[in-house]
Every structure is written in C-alpha cells, then in structure tokens.
C-alpha cells in the first residue's frame, strides 16, 4: 500500500507527547519514542501510569494536548482522519485491540463481528467469507460463530476481539493488555499468536504489566512510571533483571 512504501522508517515517532483528560488529569507527561517497523515492543506499566491512552494516541482515537505524534511520516491529528483517504489507509494497517473487549465488540454475531472490519474496507464477498472463515480458525472459534459476543466469556471475547482484528489482515498490531484475564493455556496460545504475526513481518505494540508476556514476546520495551514519564528503555533482558527499576514502575512489590 501507498502509504506504508511511502512512508519514512518509522511507523511511529512520538516527540514530547503530553496527555491529560480534561486539562487536569496527568495521563502522559513529555513522552518521547519511535516504533520501526518489524519490531516487538511493549510498554510496561502499573496501573494507570498511561499505557491505554499512549495506545489510544497512536491508533489515532485520541489527540495529543502538546507534542507531536507521527505514523509512517505523517502528523496524526483530528483534521488528518477527517480526511477520507488518510482515514481509510490507516485503520487498514493499524489494528486495535482493546483493554476491555466489551469496548470493541458491538455487532448481533461472532460472524458479523469478524467481518464488518473487511466489508468497511468494501472487500468483495467470496473474500469477506474467506477472512471471517481463516479467522475464526485461526483463533479455534468457529463453535462461537452463532453467538452474540456480549454472551461470551471474558476469554471467549477477547478471542473474537483479536479475530475481528486479523481479519482486516493489519500490518501493524497494537494490543492493550492482551493477556488480561487469559487462563494459562490461552496465554500460551496468545504469545504464539503474537510471535506468529511478528514472523510475519508484522509490528506489534503491547501494552502491560505482565513482566512474563514482555519477556516471551518484546525484543524491546519502554517503561512508564506512575508519573506518567517513559523513565527506561531496552531489551526486555536488561529491563527485567533490573530489580530497582521494576519497584520504582511498581512492576514488582519489594
Ligand atoms: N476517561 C478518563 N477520564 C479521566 N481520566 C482518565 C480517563 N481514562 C484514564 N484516565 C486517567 O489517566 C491516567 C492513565 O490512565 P490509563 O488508562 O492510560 O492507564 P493504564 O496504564 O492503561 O492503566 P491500567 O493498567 O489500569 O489499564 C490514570 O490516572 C487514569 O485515572
Ligand atoms: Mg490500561
């Protein structure tokens, strides 16, 4: 696609970003990070150190109070998406999973879930099919197919949330705490899903604060402090053998 051949090495470059809701909440104070293409990164984070909104702010459904906030060399701004084409282009590539999966699922069917995204992207029928059937084999749902998502279980959601994602076949993926509320098994399966993408050529971006998913899926990872700053960022190696660190982001109790 156009945009993506066209655009400059990174996917994403964050300049001194800050974020607070309604002028007085701090959510993200002077952050500074570039995603390149390809890679495997994760932000940890304690809770409410701002790790859903940054997500928020990449995938373009917030706007930046101050500071920049580029993806594939272009400014992400309210007037940018007001622009059809830029629009229809981004939401191709980039693809949100969200925190909570009652956020994202809307639609009467597991079925209609997973295809609405290719039939925005006007995608023929045969191929609509093809997506939604690929899709729901892939994350082993296709017993739910019938049912209404607001019916599942929180794990069951959460697979038909990243299935509604794959189906729009994004290049890069950005998944907010995807392993919450997973039990072991599908947390097991989740990393490959994860990995399996990345061999792909994909990009992921993950938020959490689940040291191990960092580990079994990052090769870099910035950290967010409860005062909203980015105050490290390396290999997740580095990151977790670093015990003072990983108490002063409260990843870790003493
Ligand atoms: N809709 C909102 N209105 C006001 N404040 C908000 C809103 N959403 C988040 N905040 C605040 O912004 C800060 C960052 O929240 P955010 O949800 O980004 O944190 P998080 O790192 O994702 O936390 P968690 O691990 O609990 O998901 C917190 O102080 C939170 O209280
Ligand atoms: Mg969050």
């Known amino acids: 696609m156009d945009f993506l051949n066209n655009s400059s090495e990174l996917i994403f470059n964050v300049k001194d970003l800050c974020y607070s809701y309604n002028e007085q909440i701090v959510a993200l104070d002077h952050i500074n990070l570039t995603i390149h293409p390809g890679e495997k990164l994760a932000i940890l984070g304690s809770n409410g150190s701002g790790k859903s909104t940054l997500l928020k702010i990449l995938d373009g459904l917030y706007f930046s109070d101050s500071g920049t ?11 940018a998406f007001r622009d059809d084409r830029f629009n229809f282009e981004f939401r191709s590539l980039v693809g949100f999973v969200f925190q909570d999966s009652d956020t994202q699922l809307f639609m ?47 794990g069951e959601k959460k697979q038909v949330a990243l299935a509604s994602v794959l189906s729009m076949t994004p290049e890069i993926w950005v998944l907010d705490e995807p392993s919450a509320g997973l039990d072991p098994r599908t947390v097991s399966w989740l990393i490959e899903f994860i990995n399996a993408q990345s061999s792909n050529g994909k990009t992921i ?17 910035y950290v967010l402090d409860e005062k909203h700053q980015l105050i490290a960022e390396s290999t ?5 053998s670093d015990r003072s660190l990983l108490i002063k982001a409260n990843l870790i109790s003493k």
């Open 69 to 79: 906030v580029t993806a594939f060399g272009q400014i992400l701004s309210e007037q």
């Open 108 to 154: 009467p069917s597991v079925w209609d879930e997973i295809a609405f995204g290719p039939l925005q992207l006007g995608l023929d029928q045969n191929e609509v099919i093809s997506r939604v059937e690929t899709a729901l084999l892939a994350l082993h749902i296709e017993n739910l197919r019938d049912r209404a998502p607001y019916q599942l279980s929180g």
């Open 205 to 221: 971006i993950l938020a959490t604060h689940d040291l191990s998913l960092a580990e079994a899926t990052a090769d870099r990872v």
């Open 236 to 240: 997740p190696g580095k990151i977790l």
